[in-house]
Nanobody, 127 residues
């Protein structure tokens, strides 16, 4: 069973950038699909970005497309989210997620979520 720990959150001004990282342990990371989700105050958790186990396929929510980039390093057991041109509406707790059911597509995980979750890291974007 994989454990996930996020880092890199913080306070940034609108238009700025942050890079989130997620460190995985306790499993064979390269056999898991991974994704980032977020939850704003008073809102439901929502999908942000997905990357398949090899890193060759990605999927983004429309709200972040062109601004965020997901990547992974299977040798280091990490997945990252580079966030540029941040907006106040990007303020949320960001969660790293992983799932061994790699036969499912990113669209599936976008809709139904994943099996393993980190505890989240807070990103606050000031206007």
């Amino acid at each position: 069973q994989v454990q996930l720990v996020e880092s890199g959150g913080g306070l940034v001004q609108a238009g700025g950038s942050l890079r989130l990282s997620c460190a995985a342990s306790g499993g064979t990371f390269s056999t898991y699909a991974t994704a980032w989700f977020r939850q704003a105050p008073g809102m439901e958790r929502e999908f942000v970005a997905y990357i398949n186990r090899s890193g060759g396929s990605t999927l983004y929510a429309d709200a972040v497309k062109g601004r965020f980039t997901i990547s992974r390093d299977n040798a280091k057991n990490t997945v990252s989210l580079q966030m540029n041109s941040l907006k106040p509406e990007d303020t949320a707790v960001y969660y790293c997620a992983a799932d061994p059911r790699t036969y499912y597509s990113g669209n599936y995980f976008q809709k139904y979520g994943m099996n393993y979750w980190g505890k989240g890291t807070l990103v606050t974007v000031s206007s």
